[in-house]
């Protein structure tokens, strides 16, 4: 595997986006903080961004199933760096709208990058190590964050803000001619094009055919409900200790938990059933989600996202491993549309609740909430997957 050149080209153009992704972010976060005081109207303001990918989803999935995907790529990368100079404006104008007009943008060239990263990764490799890329492309992606929000951190001590976005023009750009670099077979996507002509509709079908696929995309739901809410809570326990440097602690922490848990993730699903693991994975975010209830302590608060990162670390390849084996290839495209779409809805609807639960009962309220209904969600997916006898595996 780590001969193909695609491989490290995926890894590599993984870790460079990230850079631009973070940077982008924090410079998000850092811009909202000045221009709007409530939480609940950040999370608006962001929402409208997911909002726009969701609306394009399933036009990207289709086009990713009847188009060459590094095709995709290559228009979704023109996408982010045209969306960086909207940013610019926004800086200039210190206009919130125009920083909405980015996030639409930077979200529409997602919709398509993501779906189409994780249909190429199957083309790239042997069944047997997909678990090993899946792992690697997010370690890459965590990388990627540790340093990105790290450096952007620093950055904002010393530089102006718009220095967090030329950083993200340079490093979209050089994203860009990277992916230009890959080398695909995509001549079996090709007499797809010419034969497959059936819609984003045929995606439930097909679902109602592949329980096990069914089985983990609904289980999906119960890391999406804290990451829906990750970088508000990192905000509001930074407002809580009074520190800024803290929610660079955060982020670090939960970093290298997700290496560790990407890094043992092949020896772990060696030793424990798949089904077993993803389901004690889910308990173990439904309690580290009321760990968030001590979060005026710097240690709990750091214990939380350190155990979350170790359970998304072990959870999310474990996932797209089933998805890229048991979903049929020729609906690769329009499956990954509509797994985003599903996490675009659960992230607005988190995204919103939680700027509303931050203003009114605060991050020990919000905590309790989503704990309790993470775990009631995991008993009952546990419940219901052992009366229908759904074995998950992920040969």
């Given at each position: 595997?780590?001969k193909?050149h695609n491989v490290?080209?995926?890894?590599?153009?993984?870790f460079?986006?990230?850079l631009?992704?973070w940077?982008?972010i924090?410079?998000?976060?850092?811009?909202?903080?000045e221009?709007?005081?409530s939480?609940?109207h950040?999370?608006?303001?962001i929402?409208?961004g997911i909002?726009a990918?969701?609306v394009v989803?399933?036009l990207a999935g289709?086009?990713?199933d009847?188009s060459k995907k590094k095709t995709v790529i290559?228009?979704a990368?023109l996408?982010?760096?045209?969306?960086v100079?909207?940013?610019f404006?926004?800086?200039?104008t210190?206009?919130?709208?125009?920083?909405i007009?980015?996030?639409?943008?930077?979200?529409?060239a997602?919709?398509?990058?993501m779906?189409a990263?994780?249909s190429?990764?199957?083309?790239?490799v042997?069944?047997?190590?997909?678990?090993t890329?899946n792992?690697?492309?997010m370690n890459?992606?965590?990388?990627?964050?540790?340093v990105?929000?790290a450096a952007?951190?620093l950055m904002?001590s010393?530089?102006e803000?718009?220095?967090l976005?030329i950083?993200?023009?340079?490093?979209?750009?050089?994203m860009y001619?990277?992916?230009?670099?890959?080398?695909?077979?995509e001549?079996?996507n090709?007499?797809?094009?010419?034969?497959?002509k059936?819609?984003f509709?045929?995606?439930l079908p097909?679902?109602?055919?592949?329980p096990v696929?069914l089985?983990t995309?609904v289980?999906?739901?119960i890391?999406t409900?804290?990451?829906?809410?990750?970088?508000?809570?990192?905000?509001?326990i930074?407002?809580?200790?009074?520190?800024?440097?803290i929610?660079?602690?955060l982020?670090t922490?939960e970093?290298?938990?997700?290496m560790?848990g990407?890094?043992?993730l092949?020896?772990?699903?060696?030793?424990v059933?798949l089904g077993?693991l993803?389901?004690?994975?889910?308990f173990i975010?439904g309690f580290?989600?009321l760990l968030l209830?001590?979060?005026d302590s710097?240690?709990f608060?750091l214990?939380t996202?350190?155990?979350f990162g170790?359970?998304?670390?072990?959870f999310f390849?474990?996932?797209?491993v089933i998805?890229q084996k048991?979903v049929?290839k020729?609906?690769?495209?329009r499956?990954?549309?509509f797994r985003?779409?599903?996490d675009?809805?659960?992230?607005?609807?988190v995204?919103l609740s939680?700027g509303?639960?931050l203003?009114?009962?605060?991050l020990n309220g919000?905590?309790?909430?989503?704990g309790?209904?993470?775990l009631?969600?995991?008993i009952?997916?546990?419940?219901?997957?052992?009366?229908?006898?759904?074995?998950?595996?992920?040969?």
């Amino acid at each position: 595997m780590w001969k193909n050149h695609n491989v490290w080209i995926i890894l590599l153009g993984e870790f460079v986006v990230g850079l631009g992704l973070w940077a982008g972010i924090i410079g998000n976060l850092a811009f909202m903080q000045e221009v709007v005081p409530s939480d609940f109207h950040k999370s608006l303001i962001i929402s409208i961004g997911i909002l726009a990918g969701l609306v394009v989803a399933p036009l990207a999935g289709r086009l990713i199933d009847q188009s060459k995907k590094k095709t995709v790529i290559q228009f979704a990368s023109l996408g982010r760096i045209i969306s960086v100079f909207f940013m610019f404006i926004a800086l200039y104008t210190n206009s919130v709208i125009w920083m909405i007009l980015f996030l639409i943008t930077l979200q529409i060239a997602a919709a398509f990058y993501m779906p189409a990263l994780q249909s190429i990764i199957p083309m790239v490799v042997k069944d047997k190590d997909l678990i090993t890329l899946n792992a690697w492309q997010m370690n890459a992606r965590t990388i990627s964050r540790i340093v990105g929000t790290a450096a952007a951190g620093l950055m904002l001590s010393y530089f102006e803000l718009k220095w967090l976005y030329i950083i993200s023009l340079i490093v979209y750009i050089l994203m860009y001619f990277i992916t230009n670099g890959l080398k695909l077979d995509e001549t079996m996507n090709l007499s797809i094009q010419g034969k497959e002509k059936g819609g984003f509709k045929e995606v439930l079908p097909m679902l109602k055919e592949q329980p096990v696929v069914l089985m983990t995309l609904v289980l999906m739901l119960i890391p999406t409900l804290f990451l829906g809410s990750f970088n508000l809570v990192i905000m509001k326990i930074s407002e809580i200790h009074q520190s800024t440097t803290i929610s660079g602690l955060l982020y670090t922490v939960e970093g290298i938990g997700f290496m560790l848990g990407a890094a043992g993730l092949k020896y772990i699903a060696d030793r424990v059933n798949l089904g077993t693991l993803l389901f004690g994975l889910a308990f173990i975010i439904g309690f580290m989600e009321l760990l968030l209830l001590l979060a005026d302590s710097t240690f709990f608060a750091l214990l939380t996202f350190g155990l979350f990162g170790f359970s998304v670390g072990c959870f999310f390849p474990t996932t797209m491993v089933i998805f890229q084996k048991q979903v049929p290839k020729a609906f690769h495209g329009r499956f990954f549309s509509f797994r985003n779409m599903i996490d675009s809805v659960v992230f607005q609807i988190v995204l919103l609740s939680t700027g509303m639960m931050l203003d009114l009962i605060g991050l020990n309220g919000m905590g309790l909430v989503f704990g309790i209904i993470s775990l009631s969600l995991t008993i009952s997916f546990l419940l219901f997957s052992k009366k229908k006898n759904v074995i998950m595996h992920a040969q």
